[in-house]
């Protein structure tokens, strides 16, 4: 079976190498790799025969180093401390700022060729420990990156400047450009750790959500005796049906249940509510959120890595690597670029040596202008800067977006088609009578043991009113099934048939004033009705949507009078009502023959609809597989309320995309001809090239400022 590696990697200077250590380790046959550029992280599915020993030394050869993560990391010396990007650029700095001050300054020994050779030198060094190992790694994967342009900009000058120097008599030598090599390697330096501290800006929707896991816990040890004690534990040591308490001030160190205590529930910081809710036993919580007043005993559910907060961290670090089909015009690009550019920059230098007859120090700064201001990766920065913004912003108002693929397919979106209950209604049913046909005990029995079964909110109305009562002792169940989108089929050990749903399902006779029948042996004896109101944002939800120029379909498996009644008050005109799983599943594809569809809904029920739809979306309540099948889950206490701004942000932010990828062809068109024709020196050109990605950076995160969530 393939094992996961999950690595910290060092080294990497721009996007480009980290997509050029992806396309290395695929071409070797190692499968799913994901390189995180911002964060330094390498996830990949390892081939048979490999472990992470060998994806490090892989990874090495190509000049970069690694760890396993979450292994024990080499406490660092003082010589690889001074190895960090901010005392590199420092150091650079302090040796090309005089070597730049002797064009200005009137001191014959700044003039001196050997005292501007021992200023560059420290300079080049420095530039061929940051960028000479990642450039000849690139080489060595035939996958040239960005490096290999800088590399071969500077050392140019650098060896014809001793060149010059050395073929020189006395004081009289040739052109010397030992400043112009030790600026490009000190500006660029500049331009990587610019770079790299507004990656991690882009970040900081991730970033907000991996500091809210908690470490610690407090688990309760013979919990409800008079021995009742706690324990401090880690948060990772907790497991399921472990007994949890939390006070006022601390986090919740994992999914659970209430069972005991009352409180106050921060949970702005995973579903962007500003207001605490109320949290009472049988209430669900979450991993992350705060009790900001009160104290809670809860029962663990989940823990560690399947929390919902630990799934939502995964999905976003994951999400910026599903890209958006826009992105492959600039990977196709980015693929043939640095040839190009070296071509480019040999044609300039041949053209304005042999056929313009300008000198060859002349024509060397032309070519080295072109190396050093082209920039390949503002275009692989294109896009996954704007969706970590996006996706991050999002996660912070309580919507996990679970691709940058999907952002694009959502923007695309025409037909909006929600499920009724649970989605545009609150989904909390609230039993308004019960008749029995029979022994109402047994009614009552029967509905609350087998609604235990199913998690439609009617049954879980049922299961919680009637979980007391017990059932006959000659009544044993042999097998109990609950049957997609129409209810519970339960059979006895001597042979009878239990059915508990729809009028179509237990075979009773359509009656408009009920919506759950209980059948034995194909006779109805009980019936139940409900209320369930409309969410309170559900009206001006669809009207915004509609004003949006969305054509909204309302597809359930509710009863026609329930559905009419429900479209009429929020100003649905389509709608389809007692519809399968089967139905829906086969409308969603009438649907999409007129344009792309986003299928809205939280049961299992919705779960193939959404899978056939464009877009799928879960309500956050709604059952594991829905969510699991879903592409956006809204997490949010009024889910639907942030579509209409979830629907604006993904138009931003394939705006952004398009914007970032015309800024970086736009940049590189007309950059490289300037510099070809001896309008930019090497030194401008390096100045424009570090900070050209950042022009791509600063647009992503305007999406923060261009885009607020407002709640209804």
Request: aromatic content about 6%; hydrophobic content about 45%.
């Amino acid at each position: 079976m393939d094992k996961t590696a999950h690595l910290d990697v060092q080294g990497m200077t721009c996007s480009s190498c980290a997509s050029g250590i992806g396309k290395h380790l695929e071409k070797l046959g190692v499968k799913e790799v994901r390189v995180y550029f911002d964060s330094g992280e390498l996830e990949a599915l390892l081939p048979e025969g490999w472990d992470e020993s060998r994806l490090i030394a892989e990874i090495e050869r190509l000049g970069y180093s690694g760890n396993v993560k979450g292994g024990q990391t080499p406490e660092k010396s003082f010589f690889d401390k001074l190895q960090s990007l901010e005392f590199r650029f420092v150091l650079s700095a302090l040796f090309t700022i005089p070597l730049l001050a002797h064009m200005l300054s009137p001191w014959t020994v700044l003039h001196s060729a050997i005292v501007q050779f021992f200023l560059c030198l420290p300079v080049m060094l420095i530039g061929w420990q940051h960028f000479g190992k990642s450039a000849i790694g690139a080489l060595r994967s035939g996958i040239p990156n960005m490096d290999v342009l800088i590399s071969l900009g500077s050392g140019s000058a650098f060896i014809y400047s001793l060149l010059s120097w050395f073929g020189s008599s006395g004081e009289h030598h040739g052109d010397l450009y030992f400043e112009t090599a030790a600026s490009i390697i000190t500006l660029l330096l500049l331009g990587n750790l610019i770079e790299r501290r507004s990656l991690r800006s882009t970040q900081k929707g991730l970033s907000d959500l991996i500091r809210l896991q908690p470490l610690k816990a407090s688990r309760l040890v013979n919990a409800m005796t008079n021995n009742e004690r706690t324990e401090d534990v880690e948060a990772s040591a907790l497991r399921p049906n472990d007994l949890v308490l939390v006070q006022s001030g601390s986090r919740i160190p994992a999914d659970g249940q209430v069972y005991e205590g009352e409180a106050r529930i921060d949970t702005s910081m995973m579903t962007g509510e500003a207001m605490p809710r109320k949290c009472v036993p049988n209430d669900a919580v979450l991993s992350g959120t705060i009790v900001s007043e009160g104290y809670i005993k809860f029962i663990v559910k989940q823990s560690g890595t399947e929390t919902t907060l630990s799934r939502m961290i995964d999905v976003i670090r994951n999400a910026a690597m599903r890209k958006p089909q826009i992105q492959r015009f600039g990977d196709r690009i980015s693929a043939v670029f640095v040839p190009v550019v070296i071509g480019i920059a040999l044609i300039t230098f041949l053209l304005s040596w042999l056929w313009f007859g300008y000198d060859s120090g002349e024509s060397l700064l032309r070519a080295i202008a072109v190396l050093v201001i082209s920039c390949p990766c503002a275009m692989g920065l294109a896009t996954p800067t704007a969706v970590a913004v996006a996706i991050g912003h999002a996660a912070r108002n309580g919507i996990l977006i679970k691709g940058g693929d999907t952002l694009e397919r959502l923007n695309g979106v025409s037909t909006l088609v929600f499920d009724k209950t649970g989605t545009l209604t609150e989904g909390k049913m609230k039993l308004e009578s019960l008749e029995a046909d029979s022994d109402p005990k047994l009614v009552k029995a029967l509905l609350g043991t087998l609604e235990q079964y199913s998690t439609h909110p009617y049954a879980r109305t049922l299961a919680a009113e009637f979980s007391q009562e017990t059932l006959p002792a000659e009544i044993r169940f042999k097998e109990i099934r609950e049957v997609k989108g129409q209810g519970i089929e339960a059979k006895t050990v001597d042979g009878k048939l239990i059915r508990l749903g729809s009028a179509r399902f237990t075979g009773a006779e359509q009656d408009p004033t009920f919506q759950v029948f209980l059948s034995f042996n194909q006779v109805i004896i009980g019936r139940a009705r409900f209320s369930d109101p409309p969410r309170e944002e559900a009206t001006e939800v669809v009207r915004r949507c509609r004003e949006m120029g969305m054509r909204i379909v309302l597809l359930s498996g509710d009863r026609q009078s329930a559905c009419s009644s429900l479209a009429a008050k929020l100003g649905i005109d389509e709608v389809y009502a007692e519809q399968l799983p089967d139905d829906k599943f086969n409308r969603i594809q009438l649907l999409r023959k007129n344009g792309p569809v986003a299928m809205i809904g939280d049961g299992i029920n919705d779960a193939a609809a959404m899978a056939i739809a464009d877009v799928g979306i879960a309500v956050g309540q709604g059952s594991s597989i829905a969510i699991q099948t879903a592409e956006i889950v809204l997490l949010n206490n009024q889910p639907i309320g942030l579509l209409p701004e979830l629907l604006t942000l993904s138009t931003r932010s394939i705006r952004t995309i398009r914007q970032n990828l015309l800024w970086a062809l736009a940049y590189n068109l007309v950059a490289i001809p300037m510099a070809a024709a001896g309008y930019l020196s090497p030194l401008l050109a390096s100045l424009s090239m570090a900070f050209s990605d950042v022009v791509v950076i600063g647009n992503s995160l305007l999406l923060h400022v261009r885009h607020r969530f407002t709640r209804q």
